[in-house]
């Protein structure tokens, strides 16, 4: 029992999801919808342009900053050289005269030195900075171009989902019409109309019988025939007349023609 219980609930779970699914397989053939579906593409596609465009102004502003901050630090760079240049003319001008050793004991020659020693040690790590900063401009530039192409691409889709848009719409909308025009058709021979056009045909048939024998019997017919050959007989007058006042009249008392004489003599002896 509880199985055909379930087995019911079912059907019509089965009948409302069929019924479910013609009316939105109804809803998806009617043009304005397709039309409104097409919008919600085309404003996914809009908004995923924006996002891209957005994303590829960032890294262009990245880009901007890396660029700045490398050119900041070839300039750090060429400071340190500079400063690194000063303290060995300065150390030099200190060790003028003196040996390695005295050179070595004189405090403002090792302040050169120590000087110099920490302005190497700031360019070596701006060179290090100085080219990660290269490579990440380069590849930040490469990844923009890329972007910036796919973007392009973006946007030719975009126009192409407006132009199918218009395309679709019209299709749906023939489509539509087209197959009611031929669901008219056909329901003439599956609705019962057929029979009904049948009968019909056989009432008007029926009713020019039933006017063609009423007319007999009420000798418009005849009156039409005897009209008929009156037209005919002064047609035939006219026509004779006019042969005869061309040719003459004819010669009534004229023999008869070799054609009526008998060929052969030996037909009239024969006995009756």
Do not use: W
């Not at 031929?182 to 009432?203: F, K, P, S, W, Y």
């Amino acid at each position: 029992m509880f199985k055909a219980i379930g087995r019911f609930f079912k059907a019509i779970g089965y009948m409302l999801t069929g019924k479910i699914d013609a009316s939105a397989k109804g809803l998806n053939e009617n043009p304005a919808v397709v039309r409104a579906q097409f919008d919600e593409l085309i404003e996914k596609k809009r908004q995923s342009i924006k996002d891209v465009r957005n994303a590829v102004a960032g890294l262009i502003r990245n880009v901007e900053r890396k660029r700045s901050e490398l050119h900041n630090t070839n300039e750090e760079i060429e400071k340190k050289l500079r400063l690194m240049n000063g303290a060995k003319a300065m150390a030099a001008k200190l060790s003028k005269g003196k040996s390695r050793e005295e050179a070595q004991a004189d405090p403002e020659f090792i302040k050169c030195m120590k000087a110099y020693q920490d302005f190497k040690s700031s360019l070596e790590l701006l060179e290090q900075r100085k080219e990660g900063l290269e490579q990440d401009v380069e590849q930040s530039e490469k990844d923009s171009k890329g972007y910036e192409i796919q973007l392009q691409g973006m946007h030719r889709d975009l126009q192409e989902l407006v132009d199918e848009r218009e395309r679709s719409v019209a299709d749906v909308a023939m489509a539509r019409e087209t197959r009611a025009a031929n669901e008219a058709v056909a329901g003439i021979a599956n609705d019962g109309t057929a029979e009904e056009l049948q009968r019909l045909r056989e009432t008007v048939s029926q009713a020019k019988a039933e006017a063609k024998v009423t007319s007999r019997l009420a000798g418009t017919d005849v009156a039409l025939q005897e009209s008929e050959f009156l037209e005919m007989a002064g047609s035939m007058e006219a026509e004779s007349e006019f042969l005869d006042d061309i040719f003459g009249e004819p010669d009534v008392s004229a023999p008869e023609t070799a054609a009526s004489t008998p060929d052969d003599p030996q037909k009239e002896n024969l006995p009756e």
